[in-house]
C-alpha cells in the first residue's frame, strides 16, 4: 500500500492553485484576508477567535463568512461551545494559507496562540495542543516548549502515540531553538520531553530514532545528577530492548532501574511499580517464570495501594500468566480475568489490549481453544481499533495457534500469513520468525515437508540471531519432523538430538518429549531397538514430570492423549524384545 504522511504544510501544485484562485477571485480584498487568516487558525475555526485576532466588527465579520457559506468557501458548524466554521475542503485552505508571506504566516499563528490562551483561561488544556501548534508555527520557541510537552503527555494518556511523537518534536525542535540562543530551558520539562518522545518511538516502531532519546535522557541525567531521570531512562531502555528482542539486555536494564530508585531512595510508585512491572515481563519472555513472579507480585501490592485500576489490573494478568505456568490453572482464570475487568473499568486501552491476549494464553494453555479464540479476536478488534500494529501481528499469530491446535489449517495459515506480512512491514524480525516458524508447522500438517523445511530454516536463522533459545528448541524439533518426513534420516535424528538438548538445558519439558519421540521413532526405523527404548523411557519420564505439574482445571484427558504416540511406540518396542 502507498501511505501518505501529514501533508499540512505541502505546497499546493501550480494547476489546482490557479483552479483554487479562480474560485477566489470573486471575493473582495477584505474578504480574501478574512479567509486567509481563517486558514492559518486551521480547517475548522470559531468565530470568536477569527474576530479577536482580525480585531474587525463583528458584524462585518458575519457578512464576510456568510459570502464564504454562499460562495461555497466555508460551511456552518453545529458547535455547542460557539458559532464554528469550517472549510469546504483542505486544498482551498491550504491554497489561502500558502498565499501568505512567510514571515505573516508566523505572525498570525502567534496571534492565534494568543487569543486562544486568552479566550480559553483556566481550560486551556483543553486547547493546549492549539496552542502549541500555533506557537510552533509562529516561531514563539518560549512559548511553544512547555505547551507542546503538555500536549504529547495528553495525547500519550489518549494512546495516540503518533500525535504525542509530533507534539514532542515540536517541544525538542523548540527547546533546540532556545539552546541555540543561549536561553535556558526547563530541565524537568526537557526530561519529559525526552521520555515521552522515547516512548511514542518504540511504541511507533521507529528504533533509530528512539536510540538517539534515550541516549538524551542519560546525557541529561548525568548533566543534573538526576537519579530518577535515569531510572526512567534504564526503564524505556529496558523497553526498547524489550522491543529489539534482546531479553538478557532488557532484565538487565530493568534491575538497573531498581537498583537507582532503591540507592537514592527515591520516592516514585509509578516508577518504581513501572519497572516491576518490566522485569517480571522480561524475566517471563526469558523463561524464567519463576524469577517472574516476585517482582509482578510486588508490582501489584504498589498498584493496589493505589486508586488506579490499572496497575493493578497490567499486573495481576501477567501474574496470572505465569501462574498458568507454575502450575495452577484455576488461580492463573481467575487473576487473569480480574485483571482484565480492571482494564475495562479503567479505559486504558493500550493495557487492555495486552490483557486480552493474556487471558486468551491462558485458556489455550488449559486446552479450551475456543475460549481463547473469544479472547484473541476481542484482543485483536482492540489493536485494530488503537492501530497498534505489532500487537494485530501477534494476535494473529494467537488466532493461528489456536485454530492450528483445532485442525482448521486454512484458518490457522491465514492467520499466520497476516502476522507475516504486518512484521515485514514494521521491519519486527522476531514476530516474523514466529509467524514463519507456523506456516512451517502448517506446512508439516498437511505434508508439504519440502516447504515446512525451507520456511523452518528460515525461521531458525531468525531465532539464532535473536538468541531465543527456546524458540530455537521448538523449530529444531519441526525441522526433525520435515527432514523425516522428506526420508532423510540422519539429518532428522540430529535436530531432535539438539532439539532435546537444548530443551533439557532450558527446562522446556513441553518440547523435550516430543523430541525424544522424535529421536525414538527414527531409532526404532532403523532398528537400534534398544537405544530407541531408550529415549521413549525418557520421554515417559518427561511426561510424568509435566502430569505432576499440570495446572489445575486442565483437560487431563486432551494432555494424556496429546503423548498417545509416545506410549504406543512404547508397546512396539516391548513387542520387538520378545520377538
Known amino acids: 500500500k502507498w501511505r501518505a504522511n501529514w501533508f499540512g504544510q505541502l505546497d499546493i501544485p501550480p494547476s489546482v492553485n490557479n483552479l483554487v484562485n479562480a474560485k477566489l477571485r470573486r471575493f473582495d480584498k477584505k474578504a480574501l484576508e478574512v479567509f486567509k487568516h481563517a486558514a492559518v487558525i486551521g480547517d475548522e475555526f470559531e468565530f470568536d477567535v477569527l474576530a479577536e485576532i482580525l480585531e474587525i466588527d463583528e458584524d462585518e465579520l458575519d457578512d464576510i463568512l456568510r459570502q464564504g457559506i454562499v460562495g461555497w468557501i466555508l460551511k456552518e458548524q453545529k458547535s455547542a461551545i460557539g458559532d464554528s466554521f469550517r472549510f469546504h475542503n483542505s486544498v482551498l485552505r491550504r491554497a489561502l494559507y500558502s498565499s501568505m508571506a512567510k514571515a505573516n504566516q508566523r505572525k498570525v499563528h502567534a496571534k492565534v496562540a494568543k487569543t486562544i490562551e486568552n479566550l480559553q483561561g483556566s481550560k486551556k488544556d483543553r486547547v493546549v495542543g492549539q496552542i502549541a501548534y500555533h506557537y510552533y508555527w509562529g516561531a514563539q520557541w518560549q512559548k511553544a516548549f512547555s505547551p507542546a510537552v503538555k500536549a504529547g503527555e495528553i495525547a500519550r494518556k489518549r494512546e495516540a502515540f503518533a500525535e504525542a511523537a509530533s507534539y514532542f518534536r515540536y517541544s525538542r525542535e523548540a527547546m533546540e531553538q532556545l539552546q541555540a540562543s543561549d536561553i535556558k530551558v526547563d530541565t524537568t520539562l526537557a526530561g519529559k520531553m525526552h521520555v515521552g518522545l522515547s516512548e511514542a518511538l518504540i511504541i511507533l516502531n521507529k528504533f533509530d530514532d528512539a536510540e538517539k532519546e534515550l541516549t538524551k535522557i542519560f546525557d541529561l541525567a548525568n548533566q543534573e545528577h538526576d537519579v530518577s531521570l535515569r531510572a526512567w531512562g534504564e526503564f524505556f531502555s529496558s523497553r526498547y530492548h524489550q ?7 532488557a532484565v538487565e536494564l530493568a534491575k538497573l532501574g531498581l537498583e537507582s530508585i532503591t540507592e537514592s531512595n527515591i520516592n516514585d510508585n509509578e516508577l518504581h511499580r513501572r519497572l516491576l512491572q518490566q522485569l517480571g515481563y522480561t524475566l517471563w519472555m526469558s523463561g524464567q517464570m519463576e524469577a517472574a513472579q516476585e517482582p ?3 508490582a501489584v501490592a504498589i498498584a493496589e495501594a493505589s ?4 496497575p493493578a489490573g497490567w499486573a495481576l494478568s501477567y501474574l496470572g500468566l505465569i501462574h498458568c505456568f507454575r502450575g495452577n490453572g484455576t488461580l492463573a482464570m481467575e487473576l487473569g480475568e480480574k485483571g482484565l475487568k480492571l ?5 486504558d486501552r493500550v493495557s487492555e489490549m495486552f490483557a486480552w491476549e493474556r487471558v ?3 485458556f489455550s494453555m488449559l486446552g479450551d481453544q475456543d475460549r481463547a479464540l473469544y479472547f484473541f479476536e476481542n484482543g485483536l478488534e482492540l489493536a485494530r481499533a488503537i492501530g497498534h500494529q505489532h500487537q494485530q501481528a501477534l494476535m494473529y499469530i494467537d488466532l493461528g495457534e489456536a485454530n492450528r491446535l483445532k ?3 486454512v484458518q490457522a495459515e491465514q492467520h499466520y500469513q497476516k502476522a507475516l506480512t504486518i512484521a515485514r512491514q514494521i521491519e519486527r524480525s522476531d514476530v516474523e520468525a514466529i509467524s514463519t516458524q507456523n506456516l512451517g508447522l502448517v506446512a508439516i500438517a498437511r505434508e508439504q515437508f519440502a516447504e515446512a523445511a525451507q520456511m523452518l530454516e528460515k525461521s531458525l536463522v531468525l531465532f539464532q540471531a535473536q538468541h531465543r533459545g527456546i524458540s530455537e528448541a521448538e523449530v529444531y524439533w519441526a525441522l526433525g519432523k520435515a527432514r523425516e518426513g522428506l526420508g532423510e534420516i540422519n539429518t532428522a ?5 539438539h532439539a532435546a538438548k537444548f530443551c533439557k538445558k532450558l527446562s522446556y519439558l513441553d518440547y523435550e518429549w516430543r523430541a ?3 529421536q525414538g521413532s527414527i531409532l526404532a526405523k532403523e532398528k537400534s531397538y534398544q537405544e530407541a527404548k531408550m529415549a521413549i523411557n525418557e520421554a515417559i519420564a518427561v511426561i510424568e514430570k509435566m502430569k505432576s505439574q499440570l495446572p489445575e482445571g486442565a483437560n487431563l484427558k486432551t494432555f494424556l492423549e496429546d503423548k498417545q504416540p509416545v506410549y504406543d511406540l512404547l508397546r512396539e518396542l516391548k513387542a520387538k524384545s520378545l520377538e
Open 243 to 249: 522491543a529489539r528482542s534482546a531479553m538478557k539486555r
Open 296 to 298: 509482578l507480585e510486588k
Open 307 to 310: 486508586t488506579d485500576n490499572r
Open 343 to 347: 482494564l475495562r473499568a479503567s479505559g
Open 360 to 362: 486468551g494464553i491462558i
Open 407 to 409: 485442525n482448521n489449517l
Open 493 to 497: 535424528l540430529e535436530n531432535y538430538q
Open 516 to 518: 525424544l519421540l522424535g
